[in-house]
Each structure stands twice: as structure tokens, then as C-alpha cells.
């Protein structure tokens, strides 16, 4: 019988690229001049060699706030158990001064 798999790792990397999106007054986005962009991308690993990634702005996916609470929640956990999980992240936002929304 397999034993259930845990998160083993939770990380962020942030990173620059150039991108020729341009966003107007209304939001929409267009082609435009090259600019360098940043970009954040979170990684969660698992002891059978899965990973998960997800992409985001810097300023939503804050390294810092991965770090000190997400982390800790996150490792150890088997990632199947999204309510749980959910319910102890939920748990760490009251203490994370609002950062952690």
C-alpha cells in the first residue's frame, strides 16, 4: 500500500523578463514597447516527486509572507487535505497583521 504524499517544500522565486504588454486607462491589455517585468513564481514540492507551480505578481505572491506563515502550514501536509489546509491557513491570517489576505 502507497503512503499518502506530503508536501516536502515551499519556495519563491522572483524573477525579471521583457514583456510588450501594455495595459490602457481601462485596463485592457495591448501590445506595446518592450519593458522588463516582475514576476513571481511559487513552487510546492512533494515527496513523490510532484511539484506545483503558480505565477503571480511579486506584490501577491510576497516571499516574505510565503515564508513566515504559508510554509509552515504548508510542509508536511498531504496536499489532498485542501480543507484542512484552508482552515490552518485561515487560522494564520488572524495573526499575520493582514498581510496574509
Known amino acids: ?5 506530503n508536501i516536502t517544500s515551499v519556495s519563491v ?3 525579471t523578463f521583457p514583456s510588450r504588454r501594455a495595459v490602457d486607462s481601462a ?3 495591448h501590445p506595446g514597447e518592450e519593458k522588463p517585468v516582475r514576476m513571481a513564481m511559487l513552487r ?4 513523490d516527486g510532484s511539484e506545483g507551480f503558480s ?3 511579486p506584490e501577491l505572491i510576497r516571499p516574505h509572507i510565503i515564508e513566515s506563515f504559508v510554509k509552515k502550514v504548508l510542509v508536511g501536509q498531504n496536499p489532498m ?3 484542512k489546509i484552508w482552515q490552518e ?3 494564520w491570517q488572524r495573526g499575520s497583521a493582514s498581510q496574509f489576505t
Open 89 to 91: 491557513l485561515a487560522h
Open 55 to 57: 505565477f503571480g505578481p
Open 44 to 47: 510546492i514540492a512533494c515527496d
Open 27 to 29: 485596463g485592457h491589455a
Open 1 to 5: 500500500m502507497k503512503a499518502l504524499m
Open 13 to 15: 522565486d522572483v524573477f
Open 81 to 83: 487535505n485542501r480543507e
